[in-house]
């Protein structure tokens, strides 16, 4: 079974450079040219603009943390290092930065257009994963909510049991969410202060 891959088009997207005057910057435009990117080349920190680039290439040999206008690890897209030294303090520094691709200095003649691909995809799975570890704290969040809710109604003198059916009545009365139930007696119960005398409405 063979499987397809989809190759985007990269022409046309905005790449900066971070990396000071050198023959590396002139090896990465020269490569990126025939691919229709947009380059600009920027030391010793990115400008405003970069925030707009679609890919960032940086001195992953040279490079600090204040030279990027975000926190650490935190790019708004695929970063790519540019590595000449290969010493453990340097590697670590370009990972701990989000590094999602990497080219070894000095940079030939060939190796952009596989490093922005491998880049932008492992971006993509970043995110992703980002967005769904986002996605299961909130369940976990709503879940710890309901439990809290159940143990505030038993409190007033109740089983669990009964507890959880008198939540599920408050949803279905207000035609609402469980969890969004339990989020308002919890509310409730800690805007008012107290726990017993709060639930007999309930």
């Not at 691919?35 to 960032?56: Q, S, T």
């Not at 967005?131 to 369940?139: F, K, T």
């Amino acid at each position: 079974m063979k499987i397809r891959l989809h190759i985007p088009d990269l022409s046309k997207l905005r790449v900066a450079i971070l990396h000071r005057p050198h023959a590396t910057v002139q090896s990465l435009r020269r490569q990126c040219k025939p691919i229709g990117l947009d380059v600009f080349d920027c030391w010793p920190e990115l400008p405003p603009k970069a925030l707009a680039a679609d890919f960032v290439f940086f001195d992953a040999d040279m490079g600090y943390d204040a030279q990027f206008p975000w926190d650490a690890g935190a790019a708004p897209m695929p970063m790519i290092a540019l590595i000449g030294s290969e010493a453990p303090g340097r590697i670590e520094w370009s990972l701990s930065q989000g590094a999602d691709a990497q080219i070894l200095k000095p940079v030939g003649d060939g190796g952009v257009f596989s490093a922005l691909l491998i880049a932008r995809r492992a971006f993509e799975v970043r995110q992703s994963m980002r967005d769904e570890i986002g996605v299961l704290r909130g369940r976990l969040s709503q879940r710890q909510t309901v439990v809290q809710a159940v143990t505030l109604l038993a409190a007033a003198g109740s089983s669990e049991d009964e507890a959880y059916a008198k939540l599920r009545h408050l949803a279905m009365a207000r035609r609402e969410t469980i969890e969004d139930a339990a989020l308002r007696v919890v509310l409730d119960a800690q805007n008012e202060g107290g726990l017993h005398d709060k639930f007999g409405k309930y």
